[in-house]
């Protein structure tokens, strides 16, 4: 947790004066004098503004840049470093007649003056402030330090504000920023062990070089697993290395020699294993246990709260989907506008997790809080930073106390329709067999709980009383079509209902014309795109496919349904979202295909299909129909079309082609619709920027969790298992085995989506 910095001003100051820099109360012994080696062969910027930052921070009493131009190909980087070299008389300039690789120029480096400590720093490395007293204040505090790093945006276990990912600066803050409230909130004591210290910056301490030795040229050569070796090596002479807590540098990451990353990596992984047998399992529990989240997540909320800008919480179930895509996408599109906060269940009714985006991107560090015992606590981080408006996505698993967090807080929220759970806690309003219910149905909410049961002696009447607090006390009703809004409204009363396409839709505009590619000389391709449930059509997608052997038709399936589905469907498998354009591009589609048997409120399966331009085939209930609506080649049928119809359908489109004229007339799509995303979403969130309270932090620790990102034992025993499930035999006995017992069975290892857990 937070230490205290101010008794080290003084300190600071102290050790600025030349005479007596090179004592360090903190140890009792005289420090070195220290040598930044930068080894450069390519990024003529990137080494610009390294050499650049560590000029400007570096104290020339007690230290020197030592620049080694390994034979760089790039003659404006001989240039630019002869030219610091003649105009700045703290850099020494060191030029290798021929490429010697990484690994040996570093060497020379370290080789130059063997009195002096070193930090190795790649030339793609931008410092800040006074990181370099830092570094070497805390090199010396501590007993046996063989290597020492800091904090960085890509710095794998050492990486901030994502533990083991390259990020980018948070928040878009410049290096200075991060650094100084790193600095500020944290001390020379703050220290962890780590099983290597990270080449990008890593200060070495000479009495460890002179017993271990350098970096091993002979095996390592042309780089990437040396300092792993080299600091196994210190371990095992009895030397420590540390993680520090209270420095931040920038690194690019990968450009001295990018192209060839990856086999090298994989050699000195081999390489690491033969050496130290122990290595990647000591990794591993390091990973696990993630001793220096204790930094992380202070300075993440530290940070948080100090912007001034709008902060808005989003409350949604934890099961991903679409839900979550909006989520990422409202977080993406204001990220220079706003900051944003995710609360989600984690055991349903009990608990929830807090995770912070950042430019789009659910942070992996988060906290846990028990909603009964903690939620004053919850309520009073939330307040301190500043949290200006909630927005409901969802209720589904949640405490019905968070229901009262906009009230906390005294804030305003919104509450956005993704589903129908409000109406009967049926999200798709489907009966036993996945299919609609249509709301005239006399049966209609029987029906509906035949798939999703209500609570105990609760009825639907009751269900929908219950909700209706929650509707009618937000600041607005989002709903993402006139579909939704329809449906929705038959069931309670909007007070201020906003219709708004989510903003994929404008920022995809103008979509492209749709063009027919396919001709008799192939088979006609078809592709269903998603998560495929019962609801969504896998059934009907796996008998049409039956019932089209020996047709000219192929049909494909990027995704996964809810079961392993025939031979008669090519099968992509998961896929990642930012990989889902290439994908189908290359599988090639001559139409895309939504069997959905319920009323979707929006679909952003079929945002990509319009953003391709590809010809569509959808049902004639929910979003579908206003979204392709005036649209050549997209074709609207009958939502309960039976599977002859179907197979009738393909081989007439197989045999003549779709039909081109325009479909339904276009839906009149206001300004107002479109504007309310651009100009309105945000408008009367109050700006509130401030600090955490020590008192805040203080009583934090306990609720330092991970967002719900990494998968449990649990999940990942589930994840074996439903890849087993794929194999022809297995799916076929998987077959027999009723529905709901396969989903009681998936339920008792986990409540997220499958999605989630085999992508």
């Given amino acids: 947790m937070p230490k205290s910095h101010s008794s080290n001003n003084t300190w600071r100051t102290f050790t600025n004066s030349p005479l007596l820099a090179r004592y360090c109360a903190g140890s009792g012994v005289f420090m070195r004098n220290v040598d930044v080696i930068i080894p450069v062969y390519n990024g003529l910027e990137e080494t610009r503004r390294c050499i650049e930052t560590a000029l400007a921070t570096v104290d020339s009493a007690w230290a020197r840049l030592v620049v080694i131009n390994d034979a760089s190909p790039d003659p404006h980087i001989t240039t630019l470093l002869r030219n610091y070299a003649a ?53 010396y505090h501590h007993q046996r330090v063989a290597s020492l790093t800091p904090f960085a945006n890509n710095a794998t276990i050492c990486s901030f504000p994502d533990f083991c990912k390259d990020n980018n ?8 920023q991060l650094d100084s409230h790193f600095a500020t909130h944290f001390s020379v004591e703050d220290v962890f062990s780590i099983p290597t210290g990270i080449g990008c910056c890593m200060y070495l301490r000479r009495d460890c070089l002179d017993d271990i030795g350098y970096f091993d040229e ?46 090298r990596v994989a050699r000195a992984m081999e390489l690491l294993d033969q050496r130290y047998p122990h290595y990647h399992a000591t990794i591993g529990s390091f990973v696990v246990q993630d001793p220096a989240r204790e930094v992380r997540i202070p300075v993440l909320l530290g940070l948080f709260a100090a912007q001034h800008r709008p902060k808005v919480l989003f409350i949604s179930h934890k099961l991903g989907g679409g839900v979550q895509e909006h989520l990422n996408e409202l977080a993406k599109l204001y990220a220079a506008d706003a900051l944003f906060l995710q609360l989600v269940p984690e055991q349903d009714g009990q ?67 993704h589903d ?122 796996e008998e049409v496919a039956a019932a089209l052997a020996g047709s000219p038709v192929e049909m494909h399936l990027l995704g996964y349904a809810y079961r392993a589905l025939g031979k008669g469907i090519i099968t992509h498998g998961p896929y990642d979202s ?80 779709m039909d081109q004229k325009p479909g339904l007339a276009a839906v009149d799509t206001t300004d107002e619709m479109h504007d309310f995303y651009a100009d309105e979403y945000l408008r009367g969130v109050a700006v509130i920027s401030g600090v955490v309270s020590a008192t805040v932090m203080a009583g934090l620790r306990e609720n330092f969790r991970g967002a719900g990102h990494e998968l449990t034992s649990s999940e990942r025993w589930l994840g074996r298992i439903w890849r087993f499930s794929r194999r022809p035999l297995v799916a076929r006995l998987v077959a027999l085995v009723p529905f709901g017992l396969q989903q009681a069975i998936k339920r008792r290892f986990s409540a997220r989506p499958m999605h989630d857990i085999v992508r």
Wanted: with cysteine; net charge negative.
């Fill in 351 to 417: 608990s929830v997790t807090l995770g912070i985006f950042d430019q789009g991107r659910r942070l992996r560090d988060g906290l846990y809080f028990d909603v009964d015992s903690e939620f004053d606590k919850l309520v009073a981080l939330l307040r301190e930073l500043g949290v200006g408006h909630v927005h409901f996505h969802h209720t589904l698993g949640l405490h019905p106390r968070i229901w009262a967090v906009a009230g906390a807080l005294d804030c305003d929220y919104d509450l956005t329709i």
């Fill in 169 to 176: 600066l948070l928040f878009d803050l410049d290096v200075a």
């Fill in 578 to 657: 930012a990989q889902a354009k290439d994908l189908i591009k290359t599988i090639a589609p001559d139409v895309v295909w939504f069997p959905a048997l319920w009323p979707e409120t929006y679909s952003y399966t079929l945002s990509l299909a319009l953003r391709l331009g590809l010809p569509v085939v959808v049902p004639d209930i929910g979003a579908f129909v206003e979204r392709v609506a005036g649209r050549v080649l997209s074709v609207v049928c009958p939502w309960d079309r039976s599977v002859r119809e179907w197979q009738l359908f393909w081989q007439d489109v197989a045999a003549h082609g």
């Fill in 87 to 139: 105009d700045n008389p703290q850099l020494v300039l060191l030029e290798n007649e021929h490429n010697l690789g990484f690994v040996a120029t570093a060497n020379r480096g370290l080789r130059y003056d063997s009195n002096n400590d070193a930090v190795l720093l790649n030339s793609d490395v931008e410092v800040a402030n006074d990181w370099l007293f830092r570094l070497r204040e805390a090199a």
């Fill in 218 to 263: 002979d095996t390592f050569g042309r780089g990437y697993g040396e300092e792993n070796d080299w600091c196994q090596r210190a371990e095992q002479a009895g030397w420590r290395n540390l993680h520090l807590g209270n420095c931040f540098v920038y690194h690019k990451g990968g450009v001295s020699f990018a192209q060839e990353q990856t086999p």
């Fill in 420 to 541: 129908y759970y409000l109406v009967n806690g049926n999200p798709t309003l489907t009966d036993a067999e996945a299919r609609f219910v249509a709301e005239s149905s006399p049966e209609f909410d029987q029906r509906c709980a035949g798939h999703y049961p209500l609570p105990d002696g609760i009825s639907a009447q009751q269900w929908r009383l219950n909700q209706r607090p929650l509707v009618s006390r937000a600041r607005r009703v989002i709903f993402p079509s006139t579909d939704c809004a329809r449906r929705f409204q038959r069931y309670f009363t909007v007070a201020q209902p906003v219709i708004c396409w989510h903003p994929d839709y404008l920022a995809a505009q103008p979509y492209p014309q749709p063009q027919w590619h396919h001709d008799n000389s192939r088979p006609l391709r078809i592709l269903v795109v998603g998560a495929i449930s019962r609801e969504k059509g896998a059934d009907i997608l």
